[in-house]
T-cell receptor, first 112, second 114 residues
Framework: QQQVRQSPQSLTVWEGETAILNCSYE??????FPWYWQFPRESPALLIA?????NKKEDGRFTIFFNKREKKLSLHITDSQPGDSATYFC???????????FGQGTILKVYL | DPKIIQKPKYLVAVTGSEKILICEQY?????MYWYRQSAKKPLEFMFS???????DNQTASSRFQPQSSKKNHLDLQITALKPDDSATYFC?????????????FGHGTKLSVL
């Protein structure tokens, strides 16, 4: 059973466009939602994270939109750059520990 | 310089054998973890340790045994290896065992079981 789902599986955008990556979850006790990105042959690294007390978190070109009622969130990458090409993982955890549940990932490719 | 060192980087093993994956972190963190990533499954939580004590174990099989000899070490012993164990095993750490702390990942050990 996949507790965290991501779509699309892969996404291609042109440089300068906005990429939108979607994530949904099932467990209503999840209260921390980080996004990690992973470049080829590299380890995952934290990109941005949100707690449900907010419905939006912004960091430069990266913004998380959160909808607690629908159990959905999305990552918007504005002015996409070729250097943003990576696999993006949505994850979730509860307040009781550090077990992160990861989605399957979205492979983003940004073309010049 | 890498702050989380995993050894070896690549590992090939035969079915039924036993291997130990090494992890050392030099970030001064108190919590350490093992995650597994394979072609079939997303990043999957395996174990968490805090101050050398097991906090959470999501690995059904007893063939996987974490070993913590020092606060900054968390090795993973895998016995009776199976081809399905083939994956990249990531060690990670965080300052404490709190849900909203950033995880720092090592570069992984890619295990291939023949």
């Amino acid at each position: 059973q996949q507790q965290v789902r991501q779509s699309p599986q892969s996404l291609t955008v042109w440089e300068g466009e906005t990429a939108i990556l979607n994530c949904s979850y099932e467990d209503s006790t999840f209260d921390y939602f980080p996004w990690y990105w992973q470049f080829p042959r590299e380890s995952p690294a934290l990109l941005i994270a949100i707690r449900p007390v907010s419905n939006k978190k912004e960091d430069g070109r990266f913004t998380i939109f959160f909808n607690k009622r629908e159990k959905k969130l999305s990552l918007h990458i504005t002015d996409s750059q070729p250097g943003d090409s990576a696999t993006y993982f949505c994850a979730a955890s509860t307040s009781s520990g550090q077990k992160l549940v990861f989605g399957q990932g979205t492979i983003l490719k940004v073309y010049l | 310089d890498p702050k989380i060192i995993q050894k070896p980087k690549y590992l090939v093993a035969v079915t039924g054998s036993e291997k130990i994956l090494i992890c050392e972190q030099y970030l001064g963190h108190n919590a350490m973890y093992w995650y597994r990533q394979s072609a079939k499954k997303p990043l999957e939580f395996m174990f968490s340790y805090s101050y050398q004590k097991l906090m959470d174990n999501q690995t059904a099989s007893s063939r996987f045994q974490p070993q913590s000899s020092k606060k900054n070490h968390l090795d993973l012993q895998i016995t009776a290896l199976k081809p399905d164990d083939s994956a990249t095993y990531f060690c990670a750490s965080s300052p404490g065992h709190i849900s909203n702390e950033r995880l720092f990942f090592g570069h992984g050990t890619k295990l291939s079981v023949l």
